[in-house]
Each structure stands twice: as C-alpha cells, then as structure tokens.
C-alpha cells in the first residue's frame, strides 16, 4: 500500500508517496481504508523541525519517514477478534493516534472510534474528531462549565474556538471570544455574545466583568522556545479571572505547575480519544446542534498536503482544513 511521508523536515515540498506493509491488527483494533484527514496545527512544529529546538524537541523522534495526520475518517475493512461495537463496511471516524493516518490504511483501536450516519460525509468527519473531542473535554471534563456561567474562548474562529463556542453556547453559558476583524460576524452565527478583535485592543480593556472560565487555545512562538508555562494570551486571560475560576489551556504544556492566585485553578490536558465521547459528538452533528466549518478541502495526495499546510498559514482562515480522497 501506499503513505504519505513526511521525508524531510523543512519547508514546504517535504511530503512524499512512500511504500508501507498493510498493518497488523491487534485483537481491539480495527483496519480503516482511509478517506480522509485533516491539517493539525500541532504537528507544525513538528513538520518544520522548528520543535527540535525546543526544549520539549526529545520527546519526538527525527527518525524519517514520519506518517502524520491523527484524525481520521474512513471504512472499516477488518476487524480484530475482540472488537464488538464495529463490523466490516461501518463508516467510522476518530483519532489514529498511534499510526498517523496519511497512508492507505490504518490501524486503530475500536474504543478510539465512532460510527458515521450516512449523512456525516468524509471530508467534514476528517475534521472532526480532534478539534471536538478537545473542546468538549476542555469546556466541560476540565472547565466544568454550567449553564449561566461566562466564559472567554480565545482563539474562538480556529479549529478548536469555532467548535468551543458553539458547545459553550448550547450549554447555557454566556459566550465572550477572540477574532480577527473579519471573522466577527462568523463566531457570532456560531453563538458568540461578545467577541473582540486581538489586533486591535487590549481585551483587558474591553472585558469589564471577570469571566469564570478561559479556555485557551493561542499557541504562541514562546511557549514552543522556552517551554514556557504561559505566553501572552495566557498570562491576559488569568488577569480576567474571577477568583475561585478555571483557567484551561490546550498549549501551555507546564500550566500545571504554575503559581496561581486568587485560588484559580489551571489545566493543561491532552485530548484523551474515546468512543463515547465521539458518539456524542456524531449525535450532536447529526442533529445540526454543531456545525465543523471547513476552510478549504484539499487532496490526500503529497502534493494536496504541502497545498493544504500552506494555505493552514494564510489569512483569513476559519474552522478546520481537511484533506480527502473524495475531493479528488
Ligand atoms: N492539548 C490538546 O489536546 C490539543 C488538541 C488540539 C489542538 N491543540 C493545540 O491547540 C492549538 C489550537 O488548535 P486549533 O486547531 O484550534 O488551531 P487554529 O485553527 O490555528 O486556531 C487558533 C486560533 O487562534 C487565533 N489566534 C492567534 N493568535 C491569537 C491571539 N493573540 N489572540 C487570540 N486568538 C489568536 C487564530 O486566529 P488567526 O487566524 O487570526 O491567527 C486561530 O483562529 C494548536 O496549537 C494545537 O496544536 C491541542
């Protein structure tokens, strides 16, 4: 079968067709024929090299080809002996977080995937499952959010934001996010009550009443040089926390260990992919509740990777890109 390789770190060009072995299944995965992925602002670093600066650089491997791409949609086309929820033909959807899923096939853990209706097409399911699985997990299994409550969402017309403010909003909670200009109208159709544009202002001077929760989804150059534990969105948004309130970061990797006033509590957290959250989250775009907002759809080719990862640094951009086997 065929991979897409990362071959070189650098940029752009570094993606290659590379010959791979079908993989092995265990007995609790299942093999998916992919359909499509999506372009992860995570692997960035990764793909430049950039993160091997870094002091955070010897937890990844510089051993090429590397296979990226954790999101995946596709059909299932063997199962394990253990495996119970899924059979042969489903169309499913969730996190290769182990293999990467810009090859042909895939092998992935049944409990890391959800089953797709008919009505959830490839290209959007691609996008889905990363950006989701964090958001939900952010607002509500860290941040605990309830109904009434205010939140801010920075970086609410990203990938992660535009699913955030959504959830948020459905929940009952009263929404204050972060855009560019020409996203406003975008995040206020998705549920935003108040949102601010980060080039222009100081939100400081904008948001005149704390918020009981940040979600927090800039990654900025500092956090990936220094390690450091918060940049300076970080470091705004806990000066808009009331006391006793949650701040929770997908970026700041050392957040944690940070010393807090006013009693705030601080999370950093890596998206833990399970079925049940997934099946939620399939329920919940089936029933229009959210919507994934793709920014462009391009090929799952060598050549539709290095197109998509560069369009992933133009502006304006809004949602999640995708790539997929059907676009072509
Ligand atoms: N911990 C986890 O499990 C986890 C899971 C998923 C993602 N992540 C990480 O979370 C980050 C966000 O992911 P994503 O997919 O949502 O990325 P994304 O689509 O690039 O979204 C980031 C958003 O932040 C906005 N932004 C940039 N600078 C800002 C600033 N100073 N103030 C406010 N907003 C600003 C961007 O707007 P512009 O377009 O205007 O620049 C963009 O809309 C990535 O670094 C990713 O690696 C972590």
Redesign the pocket.
């Known amino acids: 079968m065929k991979a897409i390789g990362l071959t070189s770190f650098g940029n752009p060009g570094t993606f290659e067709e590379i010959d791979a072995d079908l993989p092995d299944i265990s007995d609790n995965q299942v093999l998916i024929e992919v359909k499509a992925s999506s372009i ?3 692997d960035e670093p990764l793909r430049t090299g950039e993160i091997f600066k870094s002091s955070v650089g010897g937890q990844w491997s510089e051993k090429l080809p590397i296979i990226l791409g954790s999101d995946v949609a596709g059909i299932v086309r063997a199962v394990g002996k253990k495996v119970t929820r899924l059979k042969v033909d489903d169309r499913v959807m969730g996190l290769a977080i182990h293999s990467g899923a810009y090859q042909d096939f895939v092998a992935v853990d049944e409990d890391h995937l959800a089953k797709l209706s008919e009505g959830i097409s490839y290209e959007i399911a691609g996008a889905v499952p ?2 989701t699985l ?1 958001a939900k997990q952010a607002l509500f299994d860290h941040g605990s959010l309830l109904k009434g409550q205010k939140v801010l969402i ?8 535009h699913v955030a403010v959504q959830l948020a909003k459905n929940h009952g909670a009263y929404v204050i996010t ?3 200009k020409y ?1 406003h109208d975008f995040v206020k159709a998705l549920g935003a009550d108040e949102v601010y544009d ?2 222009e202002f100081d939100i400081a001077d904008k948001i005149h009443e704390k918020v009981d929760l940040v979600i927090d ?4 150059a500092s956090i990936i040089e220094n390690n450091g534990v918060l940049g ?2 970080g470091e705004k948004s806990l000066s808009l926390i009331k006391d006793n309130g949650k701040y929770v970061s ?2 700041s990797f050392g957040v944690n260990s940070y010393p807090m006033e006013r009693n705030i509590k601080t999370y ?4 833990i992919p399970n079925y049940s959250d997934f099946d939620k989250i399939v329920n919940w775009i089936e029933r229009k509740e959210l919507k994934i907002h793709i920014d462009k759809n391009f090929s799952l080719s060598p050549q539709g990777i290095v197109d998509a990862y560069i369009n ?1 640094k133009k ?6 890109i995708s790539v997929s086997k059907t676009q072509e």
Do not use: C, D
């Open positions: 992860n602002p995570g990363t950006i964090t920075q970086g609410g017309a990203g990938g992660v934001g972060t855009a560019r996203n980060y080039t989804t800039v990654m900025e300076k969105v997908i970026v950093f957290f890596q998206s992933s502006q304006p951009k809004k949602g999640r």
